[in-house]
């Protein structure tokens, strides 16, 4: 039976004119012929997509259709000025022309198409060259597919199995595959209808088609451009809508909207939402990469992305929507969509799979949310390609026990096709066939069962493979400074909402809308193919603006509540005062930047000291001359006093001194070649210029394996994209010379800056040290001048190879598999045991590896060919730090997340003049507890002046946690990351609140003070 159900399937797909193509572009004369030699052609002919010429031509085969014996015409949809011949004779020219076929010669002997294309072009998301269309081969294409369907079906769903087999059985019984044409077309016209038997069961089954068109706010263009797509996609589904009463359209992203608010377009839109026929399938901002967006980021998109189509459509959007997403998602996500009124997620993950259909998906704390994951591209129901329509739903069919599936209609900037409806329809056509429809997303997650009984559930994070051609790992490190600069800005705006919340009880003006239009620009640039490094130099150009505008709101905005702050400070007292905040939840004793100018002064640095008179460890960075008479002198200095309190401030103040006063001993060995403290040791090598010994005194041990050095620079060639990371040929060291030089040596950092050259690069490592610390930073300069390169700082531990390996991912941390390619890794990664281990922080670099030896890699540069360019992604200057921490214990014991944060939001420092004032020159506002839990976010709230915290737990341990505040607290109570709705009242006395948290959880909580 099988034998013959394959022939006759193959007989009736061989009457539906496939055609096999060359081409070649460039002229080609005599080409119309159909005796032309063009066996050096190129097969196929995606190689012609993207490109354009002057000339190109094809050649096409179609072969001998029997059954087609009635007029065929064809539309050629290959861009450019047409000349059709077939079978030699010149049967049409134009754009896009339609012409009729012979029939006689098609049905005997086959068809030679010869097509010449001037001024052309194909895109990529080309699906058909030529468009065939007659009423018989409609039928043919028919019974085709209802018998495909019930074949393919049959294996999906193996529990119809003997329903569908009875039914075959009789259908190959009634046709004879050896029968003449007309005799085979008729007995399989008959045969058909026994396969109506089986519709019934079949519409058991829905499936929605979900109408789209995939924009990305920029990739291969620039956001100017998209803004004009926008408009004509939009303005054609209307249309289509005005036509077709039953069509539906999906699109999200607010800047997709933004720029026709008031417009007869928002307005026709707003009247197809509230019809529930437009549909906004996302909540988030710009359809961001997965992995790199900190915690607070993903709120935000949430946030910003929910309140603002609540506002303009009266849209309540209940779903994440990732079609396009390259890299995998982290296991924290269940909870923040929770918390953010998320309850499903529609994903892709491009080249792994393991996940078909639709499953539960558990998040790191016991949070699930519902998933349908996408066996296919996000244009896995172009109803023009409706055997791609019956293969998708099988397999999803295969993949889960819910009756439903979601598939949708359209691809990269396709315009919504007029012929879906027609789609459909031949669909409905078939003898079988599930129910189908045109949907919308929430319409379809609203149907189904999303907690139905025999849902898998999916723990874990989802990540891309190690495949070594096809592994999106390269975007983690392409276009490096996107990355720091995303990372800043992150930071930035975290410092600058904290403070300013602060500020609001002196009079401070909460920059609402600045922060906020920031926090936009922020998120709009982790759009998938921004933030990963995968778009046209043209985007970046508009996203460096971007991020231009995002610092100088922060600098300017964290600058002007500084201010506010520090005027309530009592500063009093002998020396110029300058007040040290610290934004983060705990008290902090490492060193603080000062930047000041000072005018006519003839001093060589200062003396520090704190409000009880005691010297505070100080040294003088760098002094300049100004610009006024220059006699103004720039100083920029370096503080250590003992404990900025948590969520507070101290106040130093400064004494002219003709010379820096050493209070302690040279941290620097006698060799030059050595940095000491009371913790560590760190020697570098003379020769290649790396750490040679990682000396751990309280381990009384080198914490780096015995011949092996941290922080060598591994270069090797990457035959990758943006996308894909694929080193390959010989390993180089990137020392070709080394010269080394202390920097620095005084009472709170000393410094050695070791400078190499390779080839037609430097780098710079500046291995820094402070008295009071460990952590032993890696400050790095690479000016880049390599093609088709991929540069990763490599740190060995002396630990077993199968120690664990831990990373930050946002809100939380995660244990991965060793070895492993580069993972996306927030702002630390860790190997340790229960006795000890080592950390690497760093401040803007996500690429994060394992080797099978042990080792900790960090990618800190990629300089592939950037996106439909022939020019290298990363080429020239990167300024960025990392950093080592060995410690006792665990990560959680050591505190290597406080240590990450601490180098990543920098202390705030701002000069004052002495006056009185209600405040001590030392306090705390706010003070969290308990050490594991992090005060990620303070903030105004949305809707009035409460104030806002976002925390989490960060070692997986059931807490009890007090936060203190310095005034009584009226009224404290949990509040989902909306700020919608109020959950349980917290307990409170005085200025304290107390909270329990569960391993890994992520709390809202609202605060009233007094």
Request: charged share 25%; glycine share 6%.
């Amino acid at each position: 039976m099988e034998d013959r159900l394959t022939r006759i399937l193959e007989l009736l797909k061989a009457n539906e004119l496939p055609v096999t193509w060359k081409a070649i572009i460039g002229e080609a004369r005599g080409a119309e012929s159909p005796e032309y030699d063009d066996s050096a052609w190129d097969e196929g002919w995606r190689h012609l997509a993207t490109k354009r010429w002057a000339t190109a031509w094809l050649r096409a085969s179609v072969p001998a259709s029997p059954l087609l014996s009635e007029p065929i015409s064809g539309r050629f949809v290959i861009g450019g000025h047409l000349t059709i011949w077939v079978n030699g004779m010149k049967l049409g020219e134009g754009f896009e022309p339609t012409i009729s076929f012979p029939v006689p010669a098609l049905m005997a002997n086959g068809l030679k198409i010869a097509i010449k294309s001037e001024e052309g072009g194909l895109s990529s998301e080309m699906l058909k060259l030529i468009l065939f269309q007659s009423p018989r081969l409609r039928q043919v294409k028919t019974l085709r597919r209802s018998l495909d369907f019930v074949m393919q079906w049959r294996a999906a769903q193996p529990v119809h199995t003997t329903a569908i087999n009875d039914v075959l059985a009789r259908y190959v019984a009634a046709v004879d595959p050896d029968a003449a044409p007309e005799v085979f077309l008729a007995q399989v016209v008959e045969a058909n209808e026994l396969l109506r038997q089986l519709d019934s069961l079949a519409k058991q089954y829905t499936v929605h088609i979900v109408p789209h068109s995939h924009v990305d706010l920029s990739w291969g263009w620039d956001f100017s451009e998209t803004k004009r797509i926008a408009r004509a996609l939009f303005d054609q589904a209307l249309r289509i809508m005005e036509v077709d009463p039953a069509y539906t359209f999906a699109q999200d992203q607010p800047p997709m909207y933004v720029h026709l608010e008031d417009s007869a377009t928002e307005k026709a839109i707003a009247r197809r939402v509230k019809e529930g026929r437009w549909d906004i399938p996302g909540a988030t901002f710009s359809e961001p990469e997965s992995f790199m967006p900190g915690g607070e980021s993903w709120v935000r998109h949430l946030l910003y992305t929910k309140r603002y189509f609540k506002q303009r459509f009266g849209k309540e959007i209940s779903l994440h929507w990732a079609p396009d997403n390259f890299s995998g998602h982290a296991n924290t996500l269940p909870q923040i969509w929770k918390l953010c009124g998320i309850n499903a997620f529609v994903f892709g993950n491009w080249y792994q799979a393991p996940h078909g259909g639709q499953f539960l998906w558990e998040g790191l704390d016991g949070t699930r949310v519902f998933a349908h994951y996408m066996t296919s591209h996000y244009d896995s129901a172009q109803m023009i390609e409706q055997d791609k329509v019956i293969r998708n739903v099988c397999e999803h069919m295969k993949a889960t026990t819910i009756p439903a599936c979601m598939l949708l209609d359209g691809d990269d900037l396709t315009p919504p096709w007029p012929g879906s409806p027609q789609g459909i329809e031949n669909l409905r056509a078939l003898a079988a066939f599930p129910k189908i429809e045109f949907s919308t997303p929430h319409r379809f997650f609203s149907s189904v069962d999303t907690a139905a009984d025999g849902l898998r559930v999916v723990q874990g994070e989802f990540i891309s493979t190690t495949d070594h051609r096809h592994n999106n790992v390269g975007a983690y490190s392409t276009f490096a400074e996107v990355k720091l600069r995303n990372r800043r800005s992150e930071w930035g705006l975290r410092t600058l909402e904290a403070m300013a919340t602060l500020a609001m009880r002196d009079g401070g003006i909460y920059p609402t809308k600045h922060a906020a239009r920031a926090w936009r620009l922020t998120l709009f640039n982790q759009m998938h193919d921004i933030f990963p490094g995968t778009a046209i130099f043209e985007a970046y150009e508009e996203a460096y603006k971007r991020y231009d505008e995002v610092d100088s709101i922060c600098s300017i905005g964290t600058n002007a509540v500084a201010n506010v702050l520090a005027s309530t400070i009592n500063t009093k007292g002998d020396g110029i005062p300058v007040v040290l905040f610290n934004t983060l939840g705990w008290d902090r004793n490492d060193p603080a930047e000062i930047l000041l100018t000072e005018p006519h002064s003839y001093c060589d640095g200062f003396e520090v000291r704190d409000g009880n008179g005691r010297p505070v460890p100080a040294q003088t960075l760098s002094t300049d001359i100004g610009t006024f008479d220059k006699t103004n002198k720039n100083f920029r200095l370096l503080v250590q006093p003992d404990g900025i309190p948590a969520m507070g401030y101290k106040t130093v103040w400064l004494h002219p001194a003709h010379r820096d006063e050493r209070v302690f001993s040279s941290m620097v060995g006698a060799d030059r070649l050595t940095l000491d403290n009371d913790f560590v040791r760190v020697t570098i090598n003379p020769r290649t210029g790396w750490v040679s010994k990682l000396f751990d005194k309280r381990l009384n041990r080198n914490v780096l394996p015995d011949g092996k050095e941290a922080c060598a620079i591994e270069g090797q060639g990457d035959v990758g994209n943006p996308w894909h990371l694929c080193p390959e040929g010989p390993v180089r060291w990137m020392n070709q010379t080394v010269r080394t030089e202390v920097v620095e040596d005084g009472d709170v950092r000393a410094a050695i800056r070791v400078t190499t050259t390779w080839h037609r690069s430097t780098f710079v490592q500046e291995f820094r040290i402070t008295r009071t610390s460990p952590r032993v930073e890696v400050h790095t300069t690479i000016d880049c001048h390599e093609a088709n390169f991929t540069m990763k700082a490599l740190i060995p531990v002396a630990l077993p190879a199968d120690a664990p390996w831990t990373c930050e991912v946002p809100w939380g941390a995660v244990q991965r598999p060793i070895p492993d390619n580069d993972r996306a890794t927030q702002t630390w990664m860790d190997v340790s045991n229960d006795k000890w281990g080592l950390s690497v922080l760093n401040n803007g670099r996500y690429g994060h590896s394992r080797r099978a030896d042990g080792t900790m890699t960090v990618t800190l540069l990629r300089t592939t060919v950037a996106h439909k360019s022939q020019d290298q992604s990363d080429e020239g200057r990167h300024e960025f730090t990392y950093a080592l921490l060995p410690h006792l214990g665990n990560w959680t014991e050591a505190a290597t997340v406080r240590e990450a944060h601490m180098l990543n939001a920098p202390i705030i420092t701002t000069r004052e003049i002495p006056h009185e004032g209600a405040r001590p020159d030392t306090h705390s506002m706010i003070r969290i507890g308990a050490p594991n839990i992090v005060l990620a976010a303070l903030k105004k709230a949305e809707d009035n002046d409460d104030w806002v915290l976002h925390l989490y737990e960060t070692t997986g341990a059931a807490t009890d946690v007090t936060i203190t505040f310095d005034r009584p607290v009226v009224e404290a109570y949990d509040t989902d990351l909306m700020e919608w709705n109020r959950g349980v009242r917290l307990n409170m006395e005085g200025g304290r609140v107390r909270r329990s948290f569960r391993p890994w959880e992520i709390a809202g909580i609202r605060i009233r003070l007094g």
